[in-house]
């Protein structure tokens, strides 16, 4: 076991500067993923600041739309009335995750921040450039069945792994942050996430110690007509080969609006503007899906075991527009 220093926070700026005096100092609320990973020696910290007495436990309705605390746990946030009424794709996309356990302790901020399950990232014996830079990436070349198709290099292939981001990219959330000096930032959280490129090491364009303090929703009427798909391999408490959020706007049979995000294919949760283009200003029917699918794949690039995705992903997709489609709004 490697020690550690654990420091609880009593207010943003305090957890910051706490943060802020060693680089090996992480931020934990729910700690869902962090304590698999010192249990695996993949993550060591010298200190772990305790974030869960920061004022960041509300839900906010407001008229731009909604802000949501990042310390807001998952369950909260998926069965929260509005969330269900307005944005039914986060909430789905978060019941389809883990299981009940783990989404009363998994808060929004930490799920924001979710390290990939690829199996050579969690185990320390494995080349891994996102783990040690520039050892090398061993599921190019071993077992690559649930790894990325969209976005990998050829330093790293791992799947990000969030159902809850997936349905926020899809609904154009933008999360809020503060750093050290005070400065706070609003960042689109299609900016959010690095592609790994020479890189994987760095996920996202977070600076050292710079807190996640809310996610804010845009209001957005097309959000109310929403909807997650998952496909996995058992019905509970495993992380996607596939899924799709989408969330469309019709007037008649005609597609006037689209927004297509997909998970389990991509190395961040990936936005597809190629399939949005391809629905926009067409007859809302299985032709037009199917061609939007063609357009989201278009740029997949399958390793040995893991080409299937492809057209998995595909069904996926469709299958998330013809249920929507057969939802009365």
């Known amino acids: 076991m490697h020690p550690f220093e654990y420091v609880e926070a009593t207010d943003p700026a305090a957890a910051i500067h706490a943060a802020g005096e060693g680089a090996q100092s992480v931020f934990f609320a729910g700690g869902t993923t962090l304590i698999d990973l010192m249990k695996l020696d993949v993550m060591t910290p010298a200190k772990l600041v305790d974030v869960n007495h920061l004022p960041f436990s509300?839900?906010?309705?407001?008229?731009?739309?909604?802000?949501?605390?990042a310390?807001?746990?998952?369950?909260?946030?998926?069965?929260?009335?509005?969330?269900?009424?307005?944005?039914?794709v986060l909430s789905e996309a978060l019941l389809a995750g883990a299981s009940a356990q783990l989404?009363?302790?998994?808060?929004?901020?930490?799920?924001?921040?979710?390290?990939?399950?690829?199996?050579?990232?969690?185990?320390?014996?494995?080349?891994?450039?996102?783990r040690q830079p520039g050892s090398g990436c061993d599921a190019i070349t071993g077992v690559n069945r649930m790894h990325a198709i969209l976005?990998?290099?050829?330093?790293?292939?791992?799947?990000?792994?969030?159902?809850?981001c997936v349905a926020l990219v899809?609904?154009?959330?933008?999360?809020?942050?503060?750093?050290?000096?005070?400065?706070?930032r609003q960042i689109p959280i299609t900016e959010f996430y690095l592609l790994p490129g020479e890189t994987?090491?760095?996920?996202?364009?977070?600076?050292?110690?710079?807190?996640?303090?809310?996610?804010?929703?845009?209001?957005?009427?097309?959000?109310?007509?929403?909807?997650y798909l998952k496909v996995r391999d058992r019905a509970s408490y495993e992380f996607a080969l596939a899924s799709a959020a989408v969330a469309l706007e019709t007037k008649g049979q005609t597609i006037t609006r689209a927004s297509v995000a997909l998970g389990g294919v991509g190395t961040v949760p990936w936005r597809s503007k190629e399939a949005e283009a391809a629905l926009t200003g067409k007859p809302a029917e299985r032709v037009t899906f199917e061609a939007a699918a063609d357009a989201a794949l278009a740029p997949a690039k399958p390793q040995h075991h893991n080409a299937f995705k492809i057209e998995l992903a595909k069904r996926t997709l469709v299958l998330a527009l013809e249920e929507l489609m057969a939802r009365s709004f």
Request: glycine residues 6%; hydrophobic residues 30%; aromatic residues 4%.
């Open 103 to 130: 989404r009363n302790m998994a808060s929004t901020g930490g799920n924001l921040l979710q390290r990939t399950r690829c199996t050579y990232f969690r185990d320390i014996n494995s080349a891994c450039n996102k």
């Open 151 to 164: 976005g990998t290099s050829d330093y790293c292939i791992a799947t990000h792994p969030s159902d809850m």
């Open 58 to 69: 509300s839900i906010e309705e407001q008229p731009d739309g909604i802000l949501i605390g």
């Open 200 to 227: 994987p090491e760095r996920e996202t364009v977070l600076n050292r110690a710079e807190l996640i303090t809310h996610v804010h929703l845009p209001a957005n009427p097309m959000a109310r007509r929403s909807h």
């Open 170 to 184: 899809a609904l154009d959330a933008v999360i809020h942050t503060q750093m050290h000096n005070g400065t706070k």
């Open 71 to 88: 310390n807001v746990r998952n369950s909260d946030l998926a069965h929260h009335a509005t969330i269900r009424e307005q944005y039914p």
